[in-house]
């Protein structure tokens, strides 16, 4: 996944720049192969503190992340800057089953059945929706996780797996999908479909190619709906769900939700900014509207 994501920004910047040399660097990063629950380890600065190290050392120019796996609650590693948003991808959740499953929804589910996912934001909505079922943990690259619910490897005790749609496109493994979860079902996660790109603060060369790479949209909204997750303190271990969208007026409208962990209790607000300027002050009034809801205690629930 990361290579393709890597792949996209470098064919971005060559269109803009034709012959420009790019070399990709693959780097595999803790959360690549840490098996447990990203909370016990650090959080989803697994994902990216081993690029950003290089980064910072020089060994590489820019660096490449999906927005969502990078941690809302702390600022950048120091000398490093966000250059470029790209373009937003699809935001939805989808849902899976094994090949020779007959399921199409969660309503094809028997009672207790068991559905994985990383996500404590999947696992809440999931279980707002269905309180019978059995959530597990699955981590592990796309791939990987298909071939434990296809019992190819390991095999992994669950009838369905809900993953990112965004990520099944880039992969072309969009086949596998059985349902998309419509927005008022399953919320998606703060930054969902959302590539940025980084480099040094001191490399103005690099920072003015990459200034041509962004996005105005997707930056404008992926900076309401950071500055709503950054007022909530939100971290990897938060069932925090939020997105932004632009209509055909330039108006950007925030929906945002939290979560108990077992989906019993929900905090929600959706307001608007007329102006991409006014997306961070958009993002702040939201995450007030949410506190003033009890957000905190929702997020801290045990």
Do not use: Y
């Amino acid at each position: 996944m990361a290579l393709v994501q890597a792949e996209r920004a470098a064919t971005l910047l060559r269109g803009l720049v034709p012959g420009l040399a790019t070399r990709t660097v693959p780097t595999t990063t803790s959360g690549d192969t840490w098996p447990g629950p990203l909370a016990d380890a650090g959080g989803k600065a697994l994902f990216v503190k081993e690029v950003d190290r290089r980064l910072q050392l020089g060994e590489v120019d820019v660096a490449v992340h999906c927005l969502k796996d990078v941690p809302g609650d702390r600022p950048l590693p120091e000398g490093l800057v966000t250059a470029a948003t790209l373009p937003r991808d699809d935001v939805h959740d989808v849902l899976l089953a094994p090949d020779a499953s007959p399921v199409t929804t969660l309503d094809d589910l028997p009672a207790g059945a068991a559905v994985a996912t990383g996500a404590v934001r999947r696992r809440a909505q999931l279980l707002a929706l269905r309180p019978d079922l059995r959530v597990v943990d699955v981590r592990g690259a796309v791939a990987t996780r298909l071939e434990k619910l296809d019992g190819l490897r390991p095999v992994l005790d669950a009838d369905a797996m809900v993953l990112a749609r965004a990520g099944l496109m880039r992969l072309g493994l969009t086949g596998r999908i059985r349902r998309v979860f419509p927005l008022d079902e399953v919320l998606p996660a703060v930054g969902a479909g959302v590539l940025t790109v980084q480099c040094r603060a001191d490399d103005e060369a690099v920072i003015a190619l990459l200034h041509r790479a962004d996005d105005p949209r997707t930056h404008a909204e992926a900076t309401a709906e950071r500055a709503m997750l950054h007022g909530l303190r939100g971290h990897c271990g938060s069932p925090v769900a939020g997105h932004c969208t632009t209509d055909e007026n330039g108006q950007l409208t925030l929906r945002a939700a939290v979560f108990t962990p077992d989906g019993t209790r929900t905090a929600r607000a959706s307001l608007h900014a007329t102006s991409r300027n006014d997306a961070a002050a958009l993002g702040t009034r939201v995450c007030e509207a949410l506190l003033t809801q009890g957000a905190r205690t929702i997020i801290d629930a045990p």
